[in-house]
């Protein structure tokens, strides 16, 4: 399947910020788009490592149709090579047992089971942009959402291209520093994803942010206060705001996890900064795991694991005052 987004001219694929020159026979740095005579073709098209039904808070996305399925989908490869891979057996090994499908099996699949939207997720669906991008046109038509879980390193060609079939965006944002991102993330820049974050909520886009909190690497409280002003000035207070807790794995099992004081501590950061929806992942924090109304308080939506209640939602709106949550409900 031929690539988009490659200059042939130049040799140079721009779906991802790295913009890597291809030469003939070779492959970029993801090891999944290889210059086959002058034609860039995308090695992942239809190879499909998982399709499952999730919750949708699974992902985490807490303003996006909140309690209800989404299919997940994912194929293999990475423009990132993470130290702490949750999925370094998807997106740093080349897999050949993938199992092919067309993109109408997976919204297919995503009908049949009752889910409202297609996830594109677990390896970094910018590497199986293609058929991300044909499974999204394909789910828009048949009434469905699409979201995006991904590391932000799309470029603004690749945002633009395919913002027309996408819902949201949940971009994580692992870290406040360059040097973070260039030496745990295998030489990676923290300007592009900030690019491509201001990008999407210029778009109107849906967006949803996560920060994995690593407990002495991403969360000093000087590099906290920099990502919380830089965000405030940039999108302002109303953007859902992830911090959940590192388990140590893959090669950074020598450091320690991320506690409930770790998150806590951001988490209380993030709220006297002024973040309205801020929450806490991968620990038991009640708050942190409750959506408020910002007009009046009253508790919108509640959650415990996976589960979700909204006993204060009525039609997008707070039920006590009426005021409009910001997400797609
Ligand atoms: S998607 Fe792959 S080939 Fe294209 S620029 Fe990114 S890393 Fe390089």
């Known amino acids: 399947m031929q690539a988009r987004l490659f200059d042939s001219l130049t040799k140079t694929c721009n779906l991802c910020a790295r913009r890597c020159v291809?030469?003939?026979?070779?492959?970029?740095?993801?090891?999944?788009?290889?210059?086959?005579?002058?034609?860039?073709?995308?090695?992942?098209?239809?190879k499909v490592t998982a399709c499952?039904?999730?919750?949708?808070?699974?992902?985490?996305?807490?303003?996006?149709?909140?309690?209800?399925?989404?299919?997940?989908?994912?194929?293999?490869?990475?423009?990132?090579?993470?130290?702490?891979?949750?999925?370094?057996?998807?997106?740093?090994?080349?897999?050949?047992?993938a199992v092919w499908a067309e993109p109408e099996d997976i919204v297919n699949a995503a009908l049949q089971?009752?889910?409202?939207?297609?996830?594109?997720?677990?390896?970094?669906?910018?590497?199986?942009?293609?058929?991300?991008?044909?499974?999204?046109?394909?789910?828009?038509?048949?009434?469905?959402?699409?979201?995006?879980?991904?590391?932000?390193?799309?470029?603004?060609?690749?945002?633009?291209?395919?913002?027309?079939?996408?819902?949201?965006?949940?971009?994580?944002?692992?870290?406040?520093?360059?040097?973070?991102?260039?030496?745990?993330?295998?030489?990676?820049?923290?300007?592009?994803?900030?690019?491509?974050?201001?990008?999407?909520?210029?778009?109107?886009?849906h967006l949803e942010l996560v920060t994995l909190i690593i407990p002495g690497m991403n969360d000093s409280k000087d590099e906290i206060s920099s990502m919380?002003?830089?965000?405030?000035?940039?999108?302002?207070?109303?953007?859902?705001?992830?911090?959940?807790?590192?388990?140590?794995?893959?090669?950074?099992?020598?450091?320690?996890?991320a506690g409930h004081a770790d998150v806590d501590a951001v988490f209380r950061m993030a709220k006297d900064a002024g973040l309205y929806y801020p929450y806490v992942g991968n620990v038991m924090h009640a708050e942190g795991s409750t959506t408020y109304c910002p007009e009046c308080g009253e508790r919108l939506i509640l959650r415990a694991g996976y589960v979700c209640r909204m006993p204060g939602v009525k039609d997008g709106c707070c039920a006590k005052c009426g005021r409009k949550i910001e997400g797609i409900f």
């Not at 291809?22 to 239809?46: A, D, W």
């Not at 309690?67 to 998807?90: A, P, R």
């Open 52 to 97: 499952g039904l999730d919750p949708v808070e699974k992902k985490p996305l807490y303003h996006f149709l909140p309690g209800t399925g989404t299919v997940s989908v994912s194929s293999f490869g990475c423009n990132f090579t993470c130290l702490h891979c949750q999925n370094h057996t998807l997106s740093q090994e080349f897999r050949r047992d």
């Open 113 to 205: 089971s009752k889910a409202q939207s297609i996830s594109f997720t677990y390896n970094e669906p910018t590497v199986f942009y293609e058929f991300m991008y044909d499974v999204s046109r394909l789910a828009k038509s048949a009434g469905l959402k699409t979201a995006v879980i991904t590391n932000g390193y799309m470029t603004e060609e690749a945002v633009c291209d395919i913002s027309p079939y996408m819902d949201a965006f949940r971009i994580d944002l692992k870290a406040f520093s360059d040097s973070f991102y260039k030496t745990v993330c295998g030489g990676a820049r923290l300007e592009p994803v900030l690019d491509a974050v201001k990008l999407v909520s210029g778009l109107k886009k």
């Open 228 to 257: 919380l002003s830089w965000e405030i000035e940039n999108l302002g207070v109303f953007v859902p705001h992830h911090f959940t807790a590192f388990t140590p794995m893959y090669e950074m099992r020598d450091r320690r996890a």
């Open 22 to 46: 291809i030469p003939n026979g070779k492959r970029g740095f993801c090891n999944v788009r290889e210059n086959v005579s002058g034609n860039l073709l995308t090695l992942t098209y239809g």
